[in-house]
């Protein structure tokens, strides 16, 4: 069945250096939405893609949606002690009223 | 607006006994969605609704189910609980103009089944 796989699993990064997860899906997609959960929080919604080869900002986070729209990534420059949390990828399935949602990518802020 | 609510926060259950978790959303919105969220794992759709008396299956709903009498309220009923449904429970709302587009989850329902 259709699938999105997220890499990597978890990222340790120092204060100040960069941090990127990628998806993959396994159908090309209508749109892809980016989400941010606290450790103990809910999912929240930080962006929504849908055209191929989109790139949108939010200060120092960039998405990319990819050229065949079948991949996506989310880039944070800089990270701060704030980014930490873990960072999902979601994709509308075929029927388009089911999200499939990758495994999500942990960034670590080591101390 | 409070947004999505859900309760209860927490619940520990017995295996076999029954429960209901309540949802509920005051932005309108037509959509609405029942996750639970296991360890290492993204979020699996449980059941889903595009509107008051419309409900669907998602990805995991064996062992649950739901009902959509208000466009409000949405909640998952566990039929007879197991061990396998400790986990943590979203329920989420969103417009659904044009297919599905920003979820607005609620804090989630923590469930131990012993």
């Known amino acids: 069945g259709q699938q999105v796989m997220q890499i990597p699993q978890y990222q340790h990064v120092q204060e100040g250096e960069d941090f990127t997860t990628y998806c993959n899906s396994s159908?090309?997609?209508?749109?892809i939405q980016w989400y941010k959960q606290r450790p103990g929080g809910h999912p929240v919604f930080l962006i929504q893609?849908?055209?191929s080869g989109e790139v949108k900002k939010q200060k120092r986070l960039t998405f990319q949606f990819g050229e065949a729209k079948k991949n996506s990534s989310l880039h944070i420059t800089a990270t701060q002690t704030t980014d930490v949390g873990t960072y999902f990828c979601?994709?509308?399935?075929?029927?388009?009223?089911?999200?499939?949602w990758g495994a999500g990518t942990k960034l670590i802020i080591k101390p | 607006n409070a947004g999505v609510t859900q309760t209860p926060k927490f619940q520990v259950l017995k295996t076999g006994q029954s429960m209901t978790l309540q949802c509920a959303q005051d932005m309108n919105h037509e959509y609405m969605s029942w996750y639970r969220q296991d360890p290492g794992m993204g979020l699996r759709l449980i059941h889903y609704s595009v509107g008051a008396g419309i409900t669907d299956q998602g990805e995991v709903p064996n062992g649950y189910n739901v009902s959509r009498s208000t466009t409000e309220d949405f909640p998952l009923r566990l039929l007879s609980a197991a061990p396998s449904q400790t986990s943590v429970y979203f329920c989420?709302?969103?417009?659904?103009?044009?297919?599905?587009?920003?979820?607005?989850f609620g804090p989630g329902t923590r469930l131990t089944v012993l």
């Open positions: 979601a994709g509308p399935k075929d029927s388009n009223y089911q999200l499939i």
């Open positions: 159908t090309t997609l209508s749109n």
């Open positions: 989420a709302s969103s417009n659904r103009a044009g297919g599905i587009n920003e979820q607005f």
């Open positions: 893609l849908v055209k």
